[in-house]
């Protein structure tokens, strides 16, 4: 489980997870992003909350979900981008279904981009026990318009509700 502190490999600060940590339903992204470094805590910028907005009017609450990033701080080459990943991967091992936002965390436990799959669900080779939807970066909420976003966050919710 991600947790506060420092990196062992650069000594940035780590940014802590978001929502209920024993959810077996995951929101994952690349990175946390500028605010959320600057608050310690994941999707709590602007991005974020645009985020967990659209998660609301899905029908998905945001804190009712295991919310994290693949990168634990702010992406650096001098890291070790493998320990990461895996941190994360450990994190999702137990999870029944997870919204995978982003390139990287496609690319590192799927397959393809965003472009590509978004709005789709994609296999993993690690976690063959859950459904993964493939959604676009949340970095991009304000940039772009909110389409691909809505149908995977449709798609989520649809396959959350699967789960009860």
């Known amino acids: 489980m991600m947790k506060s502190g420092r990196c062992k490999y650069c000594n940035k600060a780590l940014v802590s997870s978001y929502g209920d940590m024993s959810s077996k339903v ?7 992003l500028f605010d959320d470094v600057r608050n ?3 999707y709590s910028g602007t991005y974020g909350e645009a985020l967990k907005q659209e998660m609301g009017k899905a029908g ?4 009712a979900c ?25 994190d999702m091992m137990d999870a029944k279904l997870i ?6 965390c496609l690319q590192a436990y799927s397959f393809g981009t965003a472009n590509e799959y978004s709005g789709t669900i994609v296999k993993s080779k690690f976690l063959k026990k859950a459904v993964i939807v493939a959604g676009p970066s949340y970095a991009a909420i304000g940039k772009t318009p909110l389409g691909e976003l809505r149908l995977a966050l449709e798609l989520f919710a649809k396959q959350r509700r699967k789960l009860k």
Do not use: F, R
């Not at 995951?26 to 946390?32: E, N």
């Open 99 to 104: 919204l995978m936002l982003g390139t990287e």
């Open 26 to 32: 995951v929101v994952i992204s690349d990175y946390p």
């Open 66 to 90: 295991k919310m994290i990033t693949m990168w634990q701080h702010a992406p650096d080459e001098e890291c070790d981008a493998q320990w990461h990943i895996n941190q994360a991967l450990e």
């Open 60 to 63: 998905i609450q945001a804190q």
């Open 40 to 42: 310690g805590l994941v």
